[in-house]
């Protein structure tokens, strides 16, 4: 049992990271901007109504924690720099609080095409992606400086669903198949992380 607090838990990703992390038996605080807008409701849960862009009420729901796992995103025409600078403030508060373990959802874009090139540099590369990679990049590049134990999922399509555990996993590319997961999964697949340590401080490729 661990105490984690989870980053972007009213998102999509982020309330399937609260489920797991709760039926994992884990004590759980969920930092959420609004509480009207979050779905989960469990007896164990504690709600941390804050920005990800206030550091110090960053810092204060990491104070205690063993963990942090990071959710953080943005649509396409929204502010994308929130991606970055949210976790910046994330990895300084862990700093402050003395706590080393991170998990952080990415994106697809910031895995390797090859030895040499980021998909989000490759040939093709959708240009409507640009932005929301680029976002992630920077938080990619927060982290590798970090000095912390850190994990950067990376998923490609994340449509909305629940767990299947039947995905693919690999280190710095994503692996072949459909170019989907469901968050359901990336929450899985955090949570498994986080009790095994096998990726850390390193990108992870999923998919089906």
Not at 31 to 53: A, C, H, W
Not at 73 to 85: E, K, P, Q, R, V
Not at 169 to 197: C, H, K, S
């Amino acid at each position: 049992m661990q105490r984690i607090v989870v980053f972007g838990a009213s998102g999509n990703v982020g309330q399937h990271l609260v489920r797991e992390a709760l039926n994992r038996t884990n004590i759980v605080t969920a930092f959420i901007r609004d509480k009207q807008k979050f779905n989960v409701s469990y007896p164990e849960l504690r709600l941390t109504e804050g920005d990800v862009s206030d550091a110090g009420a960053v810092a204060e729901a990491i104070k205690g924690q063993d963990a942090v796992l990071a959710a953080l995103g943005a649509g396409l025409n929204s502010n994308l720099d929130i991606i970055w600078l949210g976790l910046e403030n994330i990895i300084k508060g862990m700093q402050q609080n003395g706590v080393r373990r991170i998990i952080s959802v990415g994106s697809a874009g910031v895995l390797q095409a090859d030895a040499q090139t980021l998909r989000r540099d490759a040939l093709g590369y959708p240009t409507m992606f640009k932005g929301v990679s680029g976002a992630h990049l920077k938080a990619y590049e927060a982290l590798r400086g970090s000095g912390l134990d850190w994990t950067f999922v990376c998923p490609p399509n994340m449509p909305e669903g629940d767990s299947t555990d039947n995905f693919k996993v690999q280190a710095d590319y994503l692996p072949e198949g459909e170019g989907r997961i469901t968050t359901g999964d990336v929450a899985l697949f955090m949570l498994r992380e986080l009790e095994n340590g096998q990726y850390i401080q390193r990108r992870v490729g999923l998919t089906y």
